[in-house]
């Protein structure tokens, strides 16, 4: 099994030690870096400036969020990082939320997964670069025909850059079981959060109905990646440890979407964990160490991994039997070399 780094989010500004920590997770041997964006900073500019350090490492979106850049614009960001760091670029993209979109983008967030569709065929489109760039819509019809607010004057084109890879990777984030089977459908991997090894039937499920519909045009199934993003603490002890991660399943738990809409709790919440989702949630508005505390050390072991580098080797053990190929781990940087030792 792969092992990636994956960045996080920013809060109030860059993490600290970001670029150190991506080097270093190079020089390690991790298999590839991931970055992310919410309502802040982006995951495009800090993926090129960090990645500029490395030599080996996959460079990831974990992931770029769909509104953010109409289709082909993604794909010019896509075939720039490829062509700049020789062809180690895997694009990584999600629907986010509601909130966002429709809070922060000012898109509506309606049918999703159509939405997604049409998304990647055009920018699998731009990087085939086979003729100018047509899309029937209706989401993003190119060009932008005058009954949808265009002038008459836009014209089909081309990409004045060849791509260095027309298949690129496009991984999908995807939490629900609909989602699962598109990402298998029409992408190069899937892309889960809060993965359980616990729930690996189902998501096996939930991919093989998207493989029994793939174009024999796409990549085998069999080259198919499942890259989990996995939080990870060290610690004294499983506990201890344990308890470093559980304020930030409470954030996802509790402060995350909205109270009617929360894709991660949701997740969770089917892995067997709804009880425990809904009293932290009910909690999380009013008192954030004591959702935190609500959080079981149970429930953080079924979605992370915590403890000595030697019980997260053991623990790793569970997620080499499931369907997940990369492990894409969340971490404090300073881990990095205990975690290289452990589990690559």
């Known amino acids: ?64 969020q769909l509104d953010a850049r109409t289709p082909a614009a993604t794909a010019m960001a896509a075939l720039t990082l490829d062509h700049l760091s020789g062809g180690r670029f895997i694009l990584g993209l999600g629907v986010s939320g509601p909130q966002v979109v429709e809070g922060w983008y000012g898109r509506p967030y309606a049918r999703p997964l159509a939405r997604t569709r049409e998304y990647v065929e055009i920018v699998r489109s731009v990087l085939a670069r086979s003729g100018p760039l047509t899309a029937p819509g209706p989401h993003y019809p190119l060009p932008l025909p005058e009954d949808d607010g265009g002038s008459g004057r ?29 990402a298998a459908e029409i992408a190069d991997g899937w892309l889960p959060a809060f993965f359980t090894p616990s729930r690996d039937s189902q998501a096996r499920e939930h991919l093989a109905a998207g493989f029994d519909r793939r174009s024999p045009e796409r990549s085998p199934a069999s080259a198919f990646e499942v890259s989990a993003i996995v939080p990870v603490a060290l ?15 409470a954030l996802y738990v509790g402060g995350m979407g909205s109270s009617e809409a929360n894709f991660h709790r949701e997740a969770i919440a089917r892995a067997g964990w709804a009880e425990a989702c809904e009293e932290i949630a009910e909690l ?45 781990v969340q971490t404090d940087p300073r881990a990095l070399p205990a975690l290289a030792e452990a589990l690559l």
């Open 154 to 182: 836009g014209k089909a084109l081309t990409s004045t850059v060849h791509p260095l890879r027309a298949d690129l990777p496009i991984h999908l984030a995807a939490q629900g079981p609909r989602n699962v089977a598109l």
């Open 235 to 249: 610690g004294a002890d499983v506990e201890q440890a344990a308890r470093l991660l559980a304020p930030h399943v």
């Open 1 to 64: 099994m792969k092992i990636g780094f994956h960045t996080g989010y920013w809060s109030a500004g860059p993490p600290p030690g970001a670029a150190e920590a991506v080097a270093r997770a190079d020089a390690l041997g991790f298999d590839s870096v991931w970055t992310a964006e919410a309502y802040g900073s982006d995951a495009l500019t800090p993926l090129a400036w960090w990645g500029a350090r490395t030599s080996t490492a996959l460079l990831g979106t974990g992931i770029a």
């Open 284 to 328: 999380y508005p009013r008192d954030r160490r004591a959702a935190a505390a609500a959080v079981p050390t149970e429930l953080v072991l079924d979605l992370a991994l915590a403890g000595s580098p030697a019980e997260i080797r053991e623990q790793a053990r569970r997620w080499e039997a499931t369907c997940v190929t990369r492990l894409i």
